[in-house]
Nanobody, 118 residues
Framework: QVQLQESGPGLVKPSQTLSLTCTVSGGSITTSYYAWSWIRQPPGKGLEWMGV???????YYSPSLKSRTSISRDTSKNQFSLQLSSVTPEDTAVYYC??????????WGQGTQVTVSS
């Protein structure tokens, strides 16, 4: 069974870069035709899809976050990562990684709280 686990700092200062990693077990991130997404949920708000890296390494980002977001992967470690630059307190959220196929999110990590504060 595929499992995903987010990791990274829980506290980031404004203007810095938020970096998170998702470690995948039970399945390869290069398996056709899966894709691997980052999704967040700010306090009191709904889920926001941030971007995705596909099995072939191609990436797609939310237009509203594209200028600040980068998703990459390390196939040797079966991990994919998120970087969000120039963060503000509005980027405070629970961040999730998820496996996607045919636009459906079929597996999720447990989520990790990231707070942006000085």
């Amino acid at each position: 069974q595929v499992q995903l686990q987010e990791s990274g700092p829980g506290l980031v200062k404004p203007s810095q870069t938020l970096s998170l990693t998702c470690t995948v077990s039970g399945g390869s991130i290069t398996t056709s035709y899966y894709a691997w997404s980052w999704i967040r949920q700010p306090p009191g708000k709904g889920l926001e899809w941030m971007g995705v890296i596909a099995y072939d390494g191609s990436t797609y980002y939310s237009p509203s976050l594209k200028s600040r977001t980068s998703i990459s992967r390390d196939t040797s470690k079966n991990q994919f990562s998120l970087q969000l630059s120039s963060v503000t307190p509005e980027d405070t959220a629970v961040y999730y990684c998820a496996r996607e196929i045919a636009t459906m999110f079929v597996h999720w990590g447990q989520g990790t709280q990231v707070t942006v504060s000085s």
